[in-house]
C-alpha cells in the first residue's frame, strides 16, 4: 500500500463514537482520517437498540450519571443538525422509559433506584401496582404482572442504524477521509504520536501520517498495540438481541425482569444478554430462550409471533465499569482514547464527541474526565 498523506487527526474505528470524534473535528478545521476494517457502524453501533436511557442504565450518583445526562440532553439538536446537514431523520424520539418490576427484590431495587433519582433532581414517577395506580402503568404501556414501575419521562430512544448512516454522511461532507484497513499499530518517535500502520484489504502494508490518534476501536481498543490500554481494562461483553414481529401500543422502551422492549415501525427488538466470553459472536440457543422469556415478561399479550431477525454485538466493557476518555498520562502526546462505554455507547455518543475533540484541540474539556483517565488502570 502506498503511504497516504498527513492529516491532524487519525481516528481509529468507525463506529458511532468514532464517526461523531472525526466529524466534530473536521468541523472545527482539523484534517480527519478514519480507519476501520469492516462496514462504518459495523460492530456494536449497529447490534444496539438504540436506548436513550440515562436514568434507565444508571446505578447511582456519581460522574458516569453526570456524563450520561449531559449527553441525553444534546441528542434533540444533534438530531436536528444530522437532518438539516444529511437529510437523514434519526428518529429521536424522548417518549419516556417505563422500568418495571417483577419481583419483590426487582420491586426493592426500583423504590431505590427511584428515591435516589429523585433527590438527585431527575424527573422519576414511582407507580406501585394497587387500583389506580395500576391503571396509570397500563396506560404507559406496562404489563399487568408488574408490581411496580418506575417511568423517566426524559430517557427515550433513537434509530442507532440510521445514526450511524447519518453521522457517516455528516463526517464525508465535512471532509473526513474514511478509509478501509486494518490498523496494526499506533506509531510515536520522539514523545509523540507519528501515525497509524496499515494493513489494507488488499493485505499491503502501510502507514497513515498524523499528529494525533484517538482510538475508538470498541471492544478491540485495548488489541491495538501502541494504544496504552492495560490489559482487560477493555473487554468484549456479548449481547444477543431479536426482533419479533410486534407492537407497544405506547409506542415507549419497557424494561423489566432482565431484559427490555425497544419498539420500532414494524417490530419490537427484545435484549439484551451480557457475557463475558470473549470475541465470540454467535447467537445461542440459551440466549435465545431468555430473550423470549423476555418478550413474554414485558409483552403478556403477545401470543404466538414471527421472530425476525436474531443477532448479537460486542460491546466495549471496562474493568470498572467508566468509560475511557481522553489523554494518557503517561502516553505520547498526541495520542486519545475513548472506549469502554459498555451498554450506554449510543447514549453517550453525542458528549463524547465533543469532549473527545476539545481534548485533541487542547481546548479544556466541559467536564471533567479526570475519573475517566484512560490509563487509570
Request: hydrophobic content about 45%; glycine content about 12%; aromatic content about 4%.
Amino acid at each position: 500500500m502506498e503511504p497516504v498523506s498527513g492529516v491532524d487527526a487519525i481516528v481509529v474505528g468507525a463506529g458511532a463514537i468514532g464517526c461523531t470524534v472525526a466529524w466534530r473535528l473536521a468541523q472545527a478545521g482539523a484534517r480527519v482520517a478514519l480507519v476501520d476494517r469492516g462496514e462504518t457502524g459495523g460492530e456494536a453501533s449497529s447490534a444496539a437498540a438504540g436506548i436513550i436511557g440515562a436514568q434507565m442504565e444508571a446505578q447511582g450518583p456519581g460522574p458516569l450519571l453526570s456524563l450520561q445526562v449531559a449527553s441525553r440532553a444534546l441528542y434533540p439538536k444533534l438530531a436536528d443538525e444530522l437532518r438539516e446537514l444529511t437529510g437523514i431523520n434519526v428518529r429521536c424520539r424522548i417518549e419516556g422509559i417505563l422500568q418495571q418490576a417483577f419481583s419483590p427484590e426487582e420491586f426493592e431495587k426500583l423504590r431505590a433506584r427511584a428515591a435516589w433519582q429523585r433527590e438527585a433532581g431527575l424527573h422519576a414517577e414511582w407507580f406501585e401496582s394497587q387500583s389506580s395506580v395500576h391503571q396509570s402503568i397500563r396506560e404507559l404501556g406496562g404489563s399487568p404482572a408488574a408490581l411496580a414501575a418506575l417511568y423517566a419521562p426524559d430517557d427515550g430512544q433513537i434509530d442507532n442504524r440510521l445514526l450511524v448512516s447519518a453521522l457517516r454522511l455528516a463526517a464525508l461532507r465535512a471532509g473526513v477521509s474514511f478509509l478501509r484497513a486494518d490498523a496494526r499499530a499506533v506509531l510515536e518517535g520522539g514523545g509523540r504520536i507519528r501515525g497509524v500502520e496499515l494493513l489494507d484489504e488488499s493485505k499491503s502494508v502501510g502507514r497513515l501520517d498524523g499528529r494525533a490518534v484517538v482510538v475508538a476501536a470498541g471492544a478491540w481498543s485495548a488489541l491495538l498495540p501502541g494504544a496504552r490500554i492495560a490489559e482487560g481494562a477493555v473487554r468484549p461483553i456479548r449481547g444477543q438481541m431479536i426482533a419479533i414481529a410486534a407492537t407497544i401500543p405506547s409506542g415507549r422502551v419497557l424494561t423489566g425482569g432482565g431484559g427490555y422492549a425497544v419498539p420500532r415501525a414494524d417490530r419490537v427488538f427484545i435484549g439484551a444478554t451480557a457475557e463475558d466470553v470473549g470475541f465470540q459472536k454467535q447467537v445461542t440457543t440459551n440466549g435465545l430462550r431468555g430473550l423470549l422469556a423476555t418478550a413474554a415478561r414485558l409483552l403478556p399479550d403477545l401470543g404466538d409471533v414471527e421472530v425476525l431477525e436474531s443477532w448479537s454485538g460486542l460491546r466495549p466493557g471496562s474493568r470498572d465499569g467508566l468509560p475511557l476518555l481522553g489523554k494518557p498520562e503517561r502516553g505520547p502526546d498526541g495520542l486519545f482514547v475513548c472506549s469502554g462505554h459498555f451498554r450506554s455507547g449510543i447514549l453517550m455518543t453525542p458528549i463524547t464527541g465533543e469532549l473527545m475533540r476539545d481534548v485533541v484541540l487542547g481546548r479544556p474539556p466541559t467536564i471533567d474526565l479526570t475519573p475517566f483517565r484512560p490509563d487509570r488502570f
